[in-house]
């Protein structure tokens, strides 16, 4: 399986809910990783967990809290998201954060609506 | 901090001709540089990066550290060609930073 493979496609929430995204991959990649697109602009990272540990956090709201329990999944649990969060939210994997030359392998995303 | 800057939002050209996407780059240390790709419907996906030195579906890119540049080239463009195509410059911890991106269309 050489894929990221993300849940759900599309998720619309409002601003008092609680949801989760999901990712998997089975690759034996060791770091894994969100990103936020949004529309017309590239991904920005948010997040990076390496060896299920958290590696780097680029400043994101805690209304966005990552997890990652074992090396294959990595969630991203969403509460109280504003308007302004809407977005495609793409997770990513690598074999490891040490090889930065080690390419990102990306799922297709989840993209997110708050109302 | 690292930045990467692609000058061109669009770039139109018409089969066969050659295709040029520009790319530059600030970082302070030595940068590994990578061409990502996203198609119609697909997922973005990695075109090339600067350390294999290899040509991926006629395209090239070579890195200019005295220009801090990393342009990514094609000689004869195809209408499979037409896609958003990202440079993306690695640091440490593997932080990928993505340019802001060039969508290419290939007329027939």
């Known amino acids: 399986d050489t894929e990221v493979t993300q849940t759900p496609k599309h998720l619309v929430m409002g601003m008092t809910n609680k949801k989760s995204l999901k990712c998997e991959q089975h690759m034996g990649h060791r770091a894994m990783y969100w990103y936020k697109q949004k ?49 495609l939210y793409l997770c990513a994997s690598s074999q490891d954060i040490k090889q930065a030359y080690s390419p990102l392998h990306f799922g297709n995303g989840t993209r997110l609506t708050v109302t | 901090a690292q930045r990467v800057t692609q000058p061109e939002k669009l770039l139109s050209v018409f089969k066969g001709a050659p295709v040029e996407l520009k790319c530059n780059y600030s970082y302070s240390g030595s940068p590994e540089l990578f061409w990502y790709v996203q198609y119609s419907r697909q997922r973005l996906q990695l075109l090339l990066r600067h350390i294999s030195r290899e040509s991926i579906k006629g395209f090239t890119a070579d890195l200019n550290k005295g220009e801090t540049s990393f342009h990514l080239k094609k000689p004869f463009a195809q209408e499979e060609d037409s896609a958003m195509y990202y440079c993306a410059l690695s640091a440490a911890g593997n932080k990928l930073t993505f340019g802001g991106g060039t969508r290419v269309l290939v007329k027939p």
Do not use: G, T, W
Not at chain 1, 40 to 47: A, D, H, R, S, T
């Open chain 1, 39 to 87: 529309a017309k602009k590239p991904p920005e990272l948010m997040f990076v967990y390496s060896y299920e540990k958290l590696s780097i956090n680029e400043s994101v709201p805690s209304r966005f809290s990552p997890e990652c329990p074992n090396s294959s999944l990595l969630n991203l649990h969403l509460h109280a998201l504003q308007p302004e969060d809407s977005a």
